[in-house]
DNA sequence: CGAGCCTAGCTTTTT
DNA sequence: GCTAGGCTCG
């Protein structure tokens, strides 16, 4: 039974325009479809999941494959009103949460124990900082070796990538080529840590995911026949792996739709490559290209803007986005003296919003980086403005959540070292060198552990360490639920929680708040995979009404959403292209697409600030050019803005 | 080897 | 504002 004109079918074409309609009802084969910013390309995903099991599809049969778990789970909604509750049996994920399930279930026949634990970024920075000591004495110590994050950078960008670490260093870190063979030592023993301790990071859940389906075969066909038609969203962002990964599960029958848009590719750092969507007619031959281009989001006076930022970019596939919303008013440019002149002007402008019956839900203001929203965070608070903050730091990130997290990891899994040593360091007199030994002691034989073997001098130590053993052996065997785990665990950690932090009480109210997030789960390990995969975002303090925020978030975390008003800050030279980018022509192009994204999400308000000065500490307050993206745009496309 | 105290230096973006 | 790293002392 489904909803729709005639009561009996959804009326496909009267909700789409022709080329998003053939999108829709494409028949079986690749489909590849190129939808420009607010051309409706989640309208098109949702129509196709609903045409699909109107067709008869068992919604078992689909797999919608996402950035975000956000995304998908809207997709599955807003599919399922449209037509009935078969859309919500469509399993929607990212690629890494697929990878995830996958290998919970099938891991063991690649030789890796299910109990593995994911390594979030704090764990991975951990184990590779262990791979670094590890080199022969004197290197890791050079001021001019890089540093974990560094090499982190690398080694990732080169799985992600498939290209070799030689070849990266050279081309991006040539001032590292002295030391290259290190760096490729850094990454072997890296990959011994994680073996040992049973680890995978996040590159692993796609790579062993993809050695999973690759060696066997079996079970390569089993989940092809399973899910046997892919929905793929954000394919600019996908890089190599993950269009591996495709290609596995499309086995035999190579249902494929993919949708993206090659001017909206910004995930580079992580081994993303916009060639991907330009390479899939070649990966899957004979594919159906369909363009949309018509733009339902913004006003022609914002598209005027953007086509003007993007439209000077090389290479892609060409398109030219129109809308018929002709009128609306010109984007404004303004150019603050200060930051804090910028803030002013932003809550104003807020403020402005309100009185005239704008609700704060419908404005969001855009930044590169998660620090350049600092100071404004500080004036809003001040003015009394709600906000949610999106995208930089995570709460989870957070010493104390990682620490007690560390309790719950060990417990799942008992070979994670990175958690021990985590866990022994809190003991008085125990620094890293004897975690490590007892870690290592422990993580060999958990079960009989002999406590008076690990040499430990004061008997407090070995109180503690006891102590710690007797919570690990709590939270592994009993049946408690997973709150009252967790509140066991934060009963223990709360001596030295509150030994070591001033703001303790806040930082006890964000274990709290951990404890009543577990109690959804069934289980540790769904509640682990689930913290570091898709963790719960910071500044949302408070537990006010939802709807009555203004947003904050990076260009990054405001893809594919949208707003009536969006205010870009600091769209200066030194912010946005970020200083990172400048040596490369390519990481420079990259972040005029971010500056694309950001724009195109702007409804009906579009706001630029780009302050005069910026204030340096080392050489004061300085000046600062407009950003060199907006070179090229007329100047009669802005309203000046009056200061 | 651990801890405490100080300073410098600093921060892209995310699964 | 915050923490990684250096330095010194016990």
């Known amino acids: 039974m489904t909803f729709g004109n005639n009561g009996d079918s959804v009326d496909y074409a009267a909700h789409m325009n022709p080329d998003q309609l053939a999108a829709a009802t494409a028949q079986d084969g690749p489909v590849l479809v190129i939808a420009g910013a607010g051309s409706g390309k989640t309208r098109t995903i949702v129509f196709r999941v609903a045409w699909l099991i109107d067709q008869g599809i068992d919604p078992h049969a689909i797999l919608l494959l996402t950035f975000t778990r956000k995304a998908a789970a809207e997709m599955l909604n807003r599919a399922t009103l449209l037509m009935d509750g078969r859309a919500s049996m469509v399993f929607g994920g990212t690629f890494h ?83 290259t063979d290190d760096i490729v030592t850094v990454g072997n023993t890296y990959q011994d840590i994680k073996r040992q301790n049973n680890l995978l990071d996040y590159d692993d859940l796609l790579t062993q995911s993809v050695r999973l389906l690759e060696e066997d075969e079996e079970l390569r066909f089993h989940i092809s026949s399973n899910w046997r038609y892919l929905l793929v969203d954000e394919y600019q962002d996908t890089n190599r792996l993950q269009a591996g990964m495709v290609r596995m599960l499309a086995t035999g029958h190579n249902n494929v739709m993919a949708v993206g848009d090659d001017s909206q590719s910004i995930y580079s750092f992580r081994g993303a490559n916009f060639k991907n969507i330009i390479e899939f007619p070649d990966i899957f031959p004979g594919a159906k290209i369909i363009k949309l281009e018509e733009n339902y989001r913004s006003t022609q006076p914002i598209l005027n803007v953007t086509n003007q930022i993007i439209e000077v970019a090389s290479s892609g596939y060409r398109k030219k986005l129109f809308t018929r919303q002709a009128t609306g008013p010109l984007p404004l440019l303004a150019r603050p003296f200060s930051e804090q002149d910028q803030s002013r002007i932003v809550t104003r402008l807020i403020m402005d919003s309100i009185k005239s019956g704008g609700s704060l839900k419908d404005i969001a203001v855009l930044f590169r980086a998660g620090f350049h929203s600092f100071e404004l965070e500080a004036e809003l608070a001040r003015s009394g403005i709600p ?12 010493q ?74 709590k939270v592994r065997n009993e049946t408690l639920a997973l709150p009252e785990k967790i509140e066991m665990v934060i009963k223990h950690y709360l001596p030295y929680l509150q030994a070591n932090f001033d703001n303790y009480p806040k930082r006890l109210k964000d274990l709290e708040q951990l404890a009543s997030m577990g109690a959804t789960y069934p289980s540790i390990a769904e509640f682990l995979a689930d913290v570091a995969l898709e963790p719960p975002e910071t500044g949302l303090q408070g537990e006010s009404d939802f709807s009555q925020r203004i947003t904050l978030s990076t260009f990054h975390s ?61 050489l004061g307050t300085i000046h600062v050019d407009l950003s060199r993206f907006f070179e090229q745009v007329s100047f009669d496309s802005f309203q000046r803005y009056m200061v």
């Open 97 to 179: 949460s697929v990878g995830y399930s996958l290998l919970r279930k099938y891991s063991s026949s690649i030789g890796i124990d299910r109990s593995f634990s994911i390594m979030d970024q704090r764990d991975i920075i951990d184990a590779i900082e262990q791979a670094r000591k590890n080199l022969t004495p004197s290197i890791s110590d050079l001021k001019s070796f890089p540093k974990a994050k560094t090499l982190y950078e690398i080694l990732s960008r080169s799985v992600g990538s498939s290209i070799q670490i030689e070849n990266i260093v050279e081309d991006r870190y040539p001032h590292f080529m002295d030391y």
């Open 400 to 473: 104390h959540i990682k620490d007690v997290l560390a309790y719950l990891k060990v417990s799942n899994n008992p070979r994670d070292l990175i958690s021990w040593v985590r866990l022994l360091k809190m003991i008085p007199g125990v620094g890293e060198k004897t975690a490590i030994r007892i870690a290592r002691n422990i993580a060999d034989d958990y079960s009989s552990a002999n406590l008076e073997q690990l040499q430990l001098k004061a008997k407090k130590q070995r109180e503690s360490l006891s102590e710690l053993f007797d919570i690990f052996l």
């Open 387 to 398: 906000f949610a903050k999106y995208g930089g730091f995570k709460f989870v990130e957070s």
């Open 558 to 618: 405001a893809k594919g959403l949208e707003w009536e008003t969006v205010i870009i800050i600091w769209a200066t030279e030194g912010k946005i292209p970020s200083p990172m980018a400048f040596n490369s022509p390519e990481d420079i192009e990259e972040e005029r697409r971010l500056l694309y994204v950001a724009t195109t999400r702007a409804k009906r308000n579009l706001v630029i600030l780009a302050p005069q000065t910026v204030y340096d500490r080392r």
